[in-house]
């Protein structure tokens, strides 16, 4: 557990050093829904957070609904972790998108989104993160009928990676 949780502190100062709010948190956790979604899309990601780093938190929707969780919880749920900035995202317009995402606390959870049948009003983790910047739309957008998190990198530039390379 202490070193868990000094990678924890490790993360959470360089998530610090390069996030704005409106970022994406694209991350592997733990917990047994992040081996199943993992392993359905043979995904090396399982989950997506929106950072919301004036509050030191995170948006994300999750079983029980789009909710706020705590930044260093939600690394230390984590193994491996990524931000990402939206291709969508400047300083303005992020601004409007976590204040869209804060809004969209206490949305259901769109468990059937996740095999393309979804609702405009519900949300998972992934559809919830590209949801918020739709507004800002060049108009040149593919999506797929599932966004899943391995394909966030489709739609934003990596700014921190926790997986050394080499």
């Given at each position: 557990e202490p070193l868990r949780s000094e990678q924890t502190e490790a993360w959470y100062r360089s998530v610090g050093e390069v996030a704005r709010n409106g970022d994406w948190l694209v991350l592997r956790g733990?917990?047994?829904?992040?081996?199943l979604v993992a392993t359905a899309t043979n995904q090396p990601f399982s989950h997506v957070a929106i950072l919301d780093v004036e509050h030191d938190r995170v948006v994300e929707a999750?079983?029980?609904?789009?909710?706020f969780m705590d930044l260093r919880d939600r690394l230390h749920e984590?193994?491996?972790v990524m931000v990402m900035r939206p291709r969508w995202s400047t300083p303005v317009n992020a601004e409007a998108a976590i204040a869209e995402a804060r809004s969209?606390?206490?949305t259901p959870y769109d468990m059937f989104g996740t095999v393309g049948v979804g609702s405009g009003e519900r949300f998972y983790c992934s559809e919830l993160a590209i949801h918020i910047y739709r507004g800002f739309f060049t108009?040149?957008?593919?999506?797929?009928?599932?966004?899943?998190?391995?394909?966030?990198y489709l739609w934003g530039e990596i700014?921190?990676?926790?997986r050394p390379r080499g």
């Open positions: 733990y917990h047994q829904t992040d081996n999750m079983a029980e609904g789009v909710r984590s193994h491996h969209a606390v206490g108009g040149d957008e593919q999506l797929s009928g599932v966004i899943e998190p391995g394909h966030m700014l921190y990676d926790s």
